[in-house]
């Protein structure tokens, strides 16, 4: 069983940054995709950006390309999400999971593992 909990939510004005961060616990990891989705109130689950084992492969979904970095450190057993430019449209409860290599990369239901969120909240 895998744990993952995710800190570095918070409020922040428009244009500004933040880093999540996700740190994983259980057992040692085995290659998970890890990725990052986000809900906002009264809408549905969506993916923000995703990446493989190795760093080499990294997915974004368009509204965040260019503004959001996801990154990770395997020793660590950690993920981040490096979110800069940040828009009131932005403002979600923000999830860390984790999947096999196998997932499919932006859809939820591929992955196994969910931390319980860390809210982030961009002011106008």
């Known amino acids: 069983q895998v744990q993952l909990v995710e800190v570095g939510g918070g409020l922040v004005q428009s244009g500004g940054s933040l880093r999540l961060s996700c740190t994983a616990s259980?057992?040692?990891?085995?290659?998970?995709?890890m990725a990052w989705f986000r809900q906002a109130p009264g809408k549905e689950r969506e993916f923000v950006a995703a990446?493989?084992?190795?760093?080499?492969?990294?997915y974004y979904a368009d509204s965040v390309k260019d503004r959001f970095t996801i990154s990770r450190d395997n020793a660590k057993m950690t993920a981040f999400l490096q979110m800069n430019s940040l828009k009131p449209e932005d403002t979600s409860v923000y999830y860390c999971?984790?999947?096999?290599?196998?997932?499919?990369?932006?859809?939820?239901?591929?992955?196994?593992?969910w931390g319980q969120g860390t809210k982030v909240t961009v002011s106008s």
């Open positions: 990446i493989t084992w190795s760093g080499l492969n990294t």
């Open positions: 999971a984790a999947g096999p290599a196998t997932a499919h990369i932006t859809t939820s239901k591929g992955y196994v593992y």
């Open positions: 259980g057992r040692t990891w085995d290659r998970e995709l």
